[in-house]
């Protein structure tokens, strides 16, 4: 049996381990925290300033330039998170009281993991994954790499031109297409913008003799379609990001994920009305 002194010094020991398993279960070891993206450095930054906006964090500094910000942690207003924006990745990492050399606090760092899966999120799920030497010192990645952005660089761009009739369609700029969709792939279109991101818009086309009837752009026999636009509440989100800068006005539209045509929307009829809209 134990003597009183030994059971003090046991109780010591136990104690004193207890606490020192549960300060180290407080902090972590430091990762990287990195979220990839196929969109312009510039449009990418302008997203993680939305998102951080959209999540509360408050920005302590940032240098437009180089696309870096720090956003002050909601855990600690001596705690932040700096992020970098670099071609095709952005980079997040802790910084401030809650980081002791290689190890960041839990609270702090559960925080960077939410703000980087929600970055992921809103970039479209893209991860980054890290590759390791092999014995032989040959690289050897994790499988096939993600299906790339749609590239619209070799394709041909929309034009704008009113209605050869105004009293039948208005008087606003429709957008023609330089090609030939059949009426019935209006379900499999879709917007791509400069971000990556697929817009959110109801798509259609519409065949008449008085629009997009333009001999010097259109080539085709039978008459090129023009683009629609529609849903007014989807349409004035897209204006709003547009005038703020976050998206640039170039899109390309994709039929079933296949790249046809370049887009200016800066130029698209209900886009204009609804950039005017916001201007007043």
């Not at 994790?142 to 704008?160: E, L």
């Not at 917007?191 to 065949?207: F, M, R, T, V």
Request: with cysteine; glycine share 10%; net charge positive.
């Amino acid at each position: 049996m134990l003597s009183v002194g030994s059971k003090r010094a046991l109780c010591g020991v136990v104690l004193g381990l207890s606490l020192t398993l549960g300060c180290a279960g407080r902090w972590q070891p430091a990762n990287s925290h990195d979220v990839a993206f196929q969109a312009e450095p510039q449009a990418a930054y302008a997203t993680v300033l939305e998102v951080a906006t959209a999540k509360g964090y408050t920005v302590d500094s940032k240098d437009e330039a180089a696309k870096k910000v720090r956003l002050q942690s909601r855990v600690s207003s001596k705690s932040f998170i700096d992020v970098e924006v670099a071609p095709g990745l952005v980079k997040l990492a802790p910084a401030g009281n809650l980081v002791r050399g290689d190890k960041v606090h839990k609270t702090l760092n559960n925080e960077v993991n939410n703000l980087e899966a929600d970055l992921k999120q809103r970039f479209g799920g893209g991860q980054v994954v890290a590759v390791a030497p092999t014995a032989s010192g040959s690289v050897v990645g994790p499988g096939p790499a993600p299906a790339p952005v749609a590239d619209g660089g070799a394709m041909p761009a929309a034009w704008t031109e009113p209605a050869y009739d105004p009293s039948v369609w208005g008087n606003g700029q429709f957008t023609c297409l330089p090609v030939r969709v059949p009426a019935d792939h209006q379900g499999a279109l879709t917007l791509q913008l400069s971000n990556g991101e697929k817009a959110d818009l109801q798509l259609s086309l519409a065949y008449d003799a008085g629009l997009c009837r333009s001999p010097a752009q259109c080539k085709q026999s039978s008459g090129c379609p023009a683009l629609g636009i529609g849903d007014a509440e989807r349409v004035n989100r897209l204006a709003g990001r547009l005038s703020r800068g976050e998206v640039a006005s170039q899109a390309l539209l994709l039929d079933a994920g296949k790249p046809i045509a370049n887009i200016d929307l800066s130029r698209h009829g209900s886009i204009v009305q609804a950039m005017s809209e916001i201007k007043r």
